[in-house]
């Protein structure tokens, strides 16, 4: 079965600094999606990023990328230039990929509650 | 941009009763999916749902859980006799194709009593 972990249960970072928040994973498949979901305070799940496994360019989306070591089975997100809107429950999730229809679940670490100081 | 619509947003029940939670998915999306967090904790799956059918469950979607697409545009999720530790927030999801990203609906928060 797939896991995932997240270490740091929590993490502070000054405004317009940059953070880094951990994720490994556990499985024996080769081809997955692994995600970063932020929970804020009203507790939806959005999506803040997602990267497959066969890429082996770190996917990026504005301030927010991430650091993808498929060795390692690490997938670790940096906000840079940090908000206060950023803070939030952020979750680490992997999905494993399929070749046809049949609805996979996604598997979620414990998360990361990232408070951002003014 | 299409959201998962979920209602209602907040259910209180009396433990045994039944509930039955809906969601309306992204319109032409294929595949949905029951997520459930209890405060505090991890995200965890429930249900997947393809093609009229169950793909995937849990070992938490036991007898008392079910689920069912009434027509083009509902997902429900039904909880026989509730206990308490069913409360939790519920999250439905959905997604347009099985390797796509899942939409997440803003939750249904059930509080058993």
């Known amino acids: 079965a797939q896991t995932v972990t997240q270490s740091q249960p929590e993490m502070s970072v000054q405004e317009a600094e940059t953070v880094t928040l951990s994720c490994t994973y556990d499985t024996s498949e080769s081809d997955y999606y692994l995600f970063w979901y932020k929970q804020p305070p009203s507790r939806q799940m959005i999506l803040v990023i997602r990267q497959e496994a066969y890429k082996q360019q770190n996917a990026t989306e504005n301030r927010f990328s991430v650091n993808f070591q498929k060795a390692a089975k690490s997938f670790s997100l940096k906000i840079s230039d940090s908000q206060l809107g950023d803070a939030a429950m952020y979750f680490c999730a992997y999905r494993r990929a399929i070749s046809s229809g049949s609805a996979r679940q996604l598997t979620f670490g414990s998360g990361t509650q990232l408070t951002v100081l003014p | 941009e299409p959201e998962v619509t979920q209602t209602p947003s907040h259910q209180v029940t009396q433990m045994g009763q039944e509930v039955i939670l809906r969601c309306v998915p992204i319109s032409n999306h294929l595949y949905f999916y029951w997520y459930r967090q209890i405060l505090g904790q991890k995200v965890e799956f429930l249900v997947s749902f393809y093609n009229n059918e169950i793909s995937e469950k849990s070992e938490i979607f036991d007898d008392q859980f079910s689920v069912e697409r009434p027509d083009g545009s509902n997902f429900t999720l039904k909880i026989r006799s509730t206990k308490l530790e069913d409360s939790a927030m519920y999250f439905c999801?959905?997604?347009?194709?099985?390797?796509?990203?899942?939409?997440f609906g803003s939750g249904t928060q059930l509080s058993v009593l």
């Open positions: 999801a959905s997604s347009r194709d099985h390797n796509e990203k899942l939409f």
